[in-house]
C-alpha cells in the first residue's frame, strides 16, 4: 500500500518553468472574443456523429463543465477544472461522465485552432458559460488561467484507484465520508435516484446537503445550481442495456451505447430519460414553478431506473434528488423553492455568483485570473488587502528581530537556553514561520502565510499551534515599531532571521504580504505540523505543498524548540547537541544511534531517545524507514553544504509559495 501511494506523489509531472512562460505568453496573447464568438458557432452547428439535443449542444457543455468543477472538495482542494483531468482516468471512465468524451471531440477544433494559450480546463468552463450565456441566462463572469496537467494523477486520490482505496478507502460505494467528496466514487455527488438507488427523496436531500457541503455551498446556492443547472437539457436513458464499456474499458470505442444507434433518441447517458421542463434551451426559473406546483409520483423509466412524473405536465420529469428539494426534513430547501419560483430575478443573482464559485473555486484568489470578464473579488476567494506603496526598512526589521532572538522575555514565554546560558527563541520563530506557510496547498491555493490567518480561529487552535500567541507577543514590539509593517512578513522574516543565524547565510525575502482581518479562508486548512505522521502521511503533506521529497526531507531539519515541543507534550530534549545551530548533524544523529521508544502515555504522542540523551519523534523515524526519504538523509549526511544549499532553497519556496502573480507568475520572482 505504501509503495502505490508513494508512486502517485513521487512521480507527478508539472510543467516544467520553461513550459510555463510559453503557456503564459500564449495565454496573454490570446484573444478571448473570437475564442466565444468560436464556442457559440460550435454550440448550434449539430454533428451526425452526435447529434445536439433541441439543435443545441449548450446544455451538453453545461453539464461537462459542471462535472469537470464539481469533483472539487474542500477537504484538501483535490478535484476541480483546473488541470483539465477529465480527460484522463480515473475522472473521464466516471459514471457520471458517460459521453463526455464527444464533448472534447466537437471542442477539439477549436482547441487545435488556438493552441497553447487556451487550456483544456479554461476551453472547458468558458464553453459551459457561454452555453449557459447563449441561452439567456446570467453569468457573473470568468476566471482564466487553468494550468492543464499532463496526467491524471492528480486525480487519482479521487478514486476508484487502489491509491484511493488505501488512503481514502470507502467500504460502501454510496456511503463513502468525508475526505472523499461524493457519496458514491464515480459519481460527482449523489446517486440521483436516492440513497443506494431507493427513491427516498427525505433522505436524498440529507446527501445532497452533505456532499455539496464538502466544497463549501450552502443551502441557497446548492438550490439555486441543482434548479438553474437543470432549467435546461435532459436525460438520457433510452433502454435498460446501458452505455457500453468505458474509456478505460475500451478506449478505441468508449460509451458506443446499447440502445439501438447509441445516439439521439438512442442515448443512453445516466439511465434517466427525459427533460425538466418544455422549455431546455431557455433559461427560467420554470424548473421551480414545475418542481413547487406539481404533485409528483415515481416510476421506473425506459432506462430502467426510478424517476419522477407529473400528470400536469405529461413528458417532463424529475429525479429523486430534485423531489428532495421540496421534501427536505429541515425545512430549508423549501424556503428556497418558493422563492426561485417566484422571484426569477433573484434566482438569477444568486445563481450566477454560485456558478462562478462552483467553475472558479479551484483557482484560488483573485489575483491568478486571467482574460477580459474577471468579475471583482468573491467572498469565497479570500481577497487581502492590497499591498502598501512604500514598506519598511528591511535591514532594520532584521536588527530588531535579530535582538530579540537573544533577549530574555519569560514573562511572556519560556525561551530555550543555549551555550552560555544565553535564552533563545529562534527555534520558535521558526516553527511558527513554518507552521505558517506550510498550510498552503498548490491543489486550490489556499492557505500559505500570506494574510497571517495563523493569529484566528481556526488555525491558532491547531494543535501544534499551541503558544504560539505568546511568540506573536514577542514579536509584537516590533510589529508596532514600523510602519506598513504586516504580522504576515514579520512572521516570515522572523523565521528567516533566524534561518539565517542559525547557518550564517543571508536568505532572500521578499516583502509586501498583506493581513487579513479574520480567519476566514482556513476553514478547510486542516491542522499541520503533526510529528507523528508516517511516511505516506509525509509525502501526501508535502505534494499538497508541492515540495519534493528531497525539499521535504531538507526541511524536516529545521530548527526544533526543546521548550515548545515540552509545551506540546513531548519530552524537554532536542535531536542536536546545537538547537541554535542549522546543519547536518539532525541527520547524522539520526542515522548513526540507535532509538528507542519512549512511553509519553498521557501526552498521546510517540518519542524516541538515543543512549546520548537526544531526541526524535516518529515523523524523524520514519524518514529513516523509507527509502527514498532515506537516501536525501544519507545525503545531506555526508555533506553539510548541499544541505544547507537544499535547505534555504525549500525554504523560501515555502514561504513564498502564496504570492500569486497571475496564474503562473510569483511577485518574489520579480524581486
Keep these: 500500500m505504501h509503495t502505490l501511494f508513494v508512486l502517485c506523489v513521487c512521480f507527478v509531472a508539472y510543467a516544467s518553468a520553461n513550459e510555463l512562460k510559453e503557456y503564459e505568453d500564449a495565454l496573454k496573447a490570446l484573444d478571448w472574443n473570437a475564442v466565444k464568438e468560436d464556442i457559440k458557432a460550435m454550440l448550434t452547428n449539430s454533428q451526425s456523429f452526435w447529434p445536439a439535443d433541441y439543435g443545441n449542444y449548450g446544455p451538453f457543455m453545461i453539464r461537462q463543465a459542471w462535472h469537470c468543477s464539481g469533483s472539487y472538495r474542500s477537504y484538501d482542494g483535490r478535484g476541480g477544472c483546473d488541470g483539465g483531468r477529465q480527460r484522463f482516468d480515473p475522472e473521464r471512465s466516471w459514471d457520471d461522465n458517460t459521453n463526455l468524451d464527444k464533448a472534447k471531440t466537437l471542442l477539439w477544433p477549436i482547441k487545435e485552432k488556438y493552441g497553447l494559450g487556451l487550456s483544456w480546463g479554461d476551453l472547458i468552463i468558458l464553453t459551459g458559460t457561454t452555453a449557459i450565456e447563449s441561452m439567456g441566462g446570467p453569468v457573473l463572469g470568468f476566471c482564466g488561467g487553468r494550468i492543464d496537467d499532463l496526467s491524471g494523477e492528480e486525480s487519482e486520490l479521487l478514486g476508484p484507484t487502489p491509491i484511493q482505496n488505501a488512503t481514502y478507502p470507502c467500504p460502501v460505494n454510496g456511503e463513502c465520508d468525508v475526505p472523499l467528496g461524493s457519496t458514491t466514487i464515480g459519481l460527482i455527488y449523489v446517486n440521483p435516484e436516492g440513497p443506494m438507488g431507493n427513491p427516498i427523496p427525505e433522505k436524498s436531500a440529507g446527501e445532497v446537503r452533505d456532499t455539496f457541503s464538502r466544497m463549501n455551498m450552502d443551502d441557497k446556492e446548492t438550490v439555486a445550481l441543482i434548479g438553474g443547472g437543470h432549467a435546461f437539457g435532459k436525460t438520457h436513458g433510452a433502454c435498460p442495456l446501458g452505455p457500453g464499456p468505458s474509456p478505460k474499458e475500451d478506449p478505441s470505442n468508449p460509451w458506443p451505447g446499447k440502445c439501438g444507434s447509441g445516439k439521439g433518441k438512442d442515448t443512453f447517458t445516466s439511465g434517466f430519460e427525459g427533460p425538466w ?210 504580522w504576515a512578513d514579520l512572521i516570515v522574516l522572523a523565521g528567516t532571521v533566524a534561518i539565517e543565524d542559525a547557518t550564517g547565510t543571508q536568505l532572500p525575502f521578499c516583502g509586501g504580504r498583506t493581513d487579513a482581518a479574520d480567519g476566514e479562508g482556513w476553514e478547510s486548512i486542516q491542522p499541520n505540523g503533526s510529528l507523528e505522521l508516517n511516511f505516506d502521511q509525509i509525502r501526501r ?131
Design 277 to 486: 421542463t418544455t422549455k431546455p434551451t431557455t433559461w427560467s426559473n420554470l424548473y421551480f414553478q414545475e418542481l413547487a406546483k406539481n404533485t409528483w409520483s415515481v416510476e421506473v423509466g425506459p432506462g430502467g431506473h426510478h424517476q419522477w412524473k407529473t400528470a400536469s405536465v405529461p413528458g417532463i420529469m424529475m429525479l429523486t434528488t430534485d423531489i428532495s428539494l421540496t421534501r427536505d426534513p429541515t425545512g430549508s430547501y423549501q424556503k428556497y423553492v418558493k422563492l426561485f419560483a417566484q422571484d426569477l430575478a433573484e434566482l438569477e443573482d444568486t445563481f450566477s455568483h454560485a456558478w462562478y464559485k462552483l467553475v472558479s473555486r479551484d483557482i484560488g484568489p483573485v489575483t491568478r485570473c486571467a482574460g477580459p470578464w474577471v468579475p471583482p473579488p468573491q467572498p469565497f476567494q479570500y481577497p487581502l488587502p492590497a499591498a502598501p506603496a512604500s514598506l519598511p526598512d528591511w535591514s532594520a526589521v532584521r536588527s530588531e528581530i535579530k535582538a530579540v532572538l537573544y533577549s530574555n522575555s519569560s514573562s511572556i514565554l519560556v525561551p530555550d537556553v543555549v551555550l552560555g546560558g544565553r535564552p533563545y527563541y529562534g527555534a520558535v520563530f521558526v516553527h511558527l514561520a513554518y507552521q505558517c506557510a506550510s498550510t498552503f496547498r498548490h491543489t486550490d491555493y489556499q492557505g500559505g502565510c500570506n494574510g497571517a490567518r495563523i493569529r484566528y480561529s481556526p488555525g491558532k487552535d491547531f494543535p501544534m499551534n499551541a503558544y504560539l500567541d505568546k511568540a506573536l507577543a514577542l514579536l509584537a514590539p516590533i510589529k508596532k515599531e514600523f510602519d506598513n509593517l504586516s
Design 541 to 671: 503533506h508535502a505534494h499538497l505543498m508541492k515540495l519534493s521529497d528531497k525539499e521535504i526531507v531538507a526541511l524536516s531539519a529545521r530548527l526544533r524548540s526543546p521548550e515548545q515541543m515540552s509545551r506540546l507534550g513531548y519530552l524537554q530534549g532536542s535531536f542536536t547537541q546545537s538547537i541554535n545551530s542549522l546543519d547536518n548533524e539532525y541527520f547524522k544523529n539520526l542515522l548513526s544511534q540507535t532509538w528507542q521508544p519512549v512511553s509519553l502515555p498521557k501526552s498521546g504522542v510517540t518519542e524516541f531517545r538515543s543512549a546520548s540523551g537526544l531526541y526524535m519523534t516518529l515523523y524523524d523515524l520514519n524518514l529513516k524507514w523509507d527509502a527514498t526519504f532515506l537516501a536525501y538523509a544519507q545525503e545531506f549526511a555526508g555533506d553539510n553544504t548541499l544541505f544547507v544549499d537544499e535547505f534555504t532553497k525549500a525554504w523560501t519556496k515555502l514561504m513564498n509559495s502564496d504570492r500569486f502573480d497571475g496564474p503562473t507568475g510569483n511577485l518574489c520572482h520579480k524581486q
